[in-house]
């Protein structure tokens, strides 16, 4: 079985360049069905997610072609893709293909998708999805395999209340908007910096979309989109975030770089809260620590909050630190299946509702541990960084499905880590 194995210990120091953000790339890769034309895009991670979504719309007739050799660059052109055609068992395996339902509706105005995969963090309702789909004009039909929407006159544009902050939903509503007729407005909208990147990528193809980052949406809707020569992925504050925290587990001094500093605010100033000194450039940060973090409490919330993405990450540093820490979930019902991973490790962790009270060891120890999930992959690298002899992570793919390069960065870093039998799926370009 592909794992990962890491012989813990080494501090970290270096530089590390980080890829276009998986989950802004989804969204882009669906949403270029909306235009009927041709997209240059830049800066596609390198991933398993995002090379699922490219092979998924080229099933469904769209040209896709890498025009790099690192596989950065993709032209998709979706003129002659058929609608309703996607794969059910390829989209079962990512979550971002939830993004086919809006896509295929505001084209077509029908779509037919089965229900999206992704990581289980317990139940994962699209209700809010088929909430702005119905508020559009569709008839929406769903049970537990598939979603079916229709709307043979096309959508209207209308206001919708969401009633939670979702991502996910946020992002359908307004790629289902941007061809309906009149102006949707999109209320209580998430604000990720990656919502942002898809209405710039949809307003260079033609659409005319304001307020993204703010919880006030509006979409007017035009008639028709055309392509674009080149829009390129923002950096992945997740994948960011991720090597911050490995520095601050192991000691060091790590440069990230390519990266937008104001979307890791958050992360940056729990850092340093901890104790870590942190650097500002342009568009790279530079994080150095010479000594145990101190202690803190995270409650994770939509952006600009502390993201629940980052959440498995920084319990695994907090195993690390001087005193107790609180992680407190407020955005998944299950994202706990971590825990039994670190505790085999031999960290002190007891949960209670959604807090989990970790308290600092003197070290880690290295043990056979699962990636249960993507974020949780990463949480155990960074602890097997940080702990004491070897660490063996098995369920890798999990980890492949999100992070480029996640081994050789490290070892470059100085980690002593290595893969066996862990390769990222090389896109066919047949
Ligand atoms: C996306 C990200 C995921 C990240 C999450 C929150 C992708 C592919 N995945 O997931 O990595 O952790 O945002 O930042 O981009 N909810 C409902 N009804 C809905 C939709 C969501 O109840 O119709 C709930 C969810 O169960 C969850 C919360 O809302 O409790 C937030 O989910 P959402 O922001 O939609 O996450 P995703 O888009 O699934």
Redesign the pocket.
Known sequence: MDRIVINGGKRLNGTVSISGMK?AA?PIVFSSIVTGAECIIENIPPVNDVLMALEIIREMGAEVEFTDIFQTTVRINSANIKPCSAPDDMVAKI??SIYLAGAELGRFGHSSVALPG?CNFG???????EKAFRTLGADVVSDDKRITCSAPEGLRGATVYFD??????TINAMIAAVRAEGVTVLEGA?R?P?IVDVANFLNTCGANISGAGTDTIKIRGVRELHGCDCYTIIPDMIEAGTYMAAVAATGGCVRVENIIPKHMDIISSKLSEMGAFIEEDDDAITVTVNKRLRAVNIKTA?YPGF???MHPQFSALFTTCDGVSEMNET???QRFRYVDELRKMGAVININGKTARIAGVNRLSGATVKAVDLRAGAAMIIAGLAAEGETVITDVESIQRGYANIVNNFRALGADIEDIGYAVHIFNED
């Open positions: 989950n989804l979550r971002g992704g139940k994962r309702p699209i209700d809010q999805h939670i902050v979702s991502v996910g939903a998430a990720e990656h939509p993201p629940t993405d955005v998944f019902e």
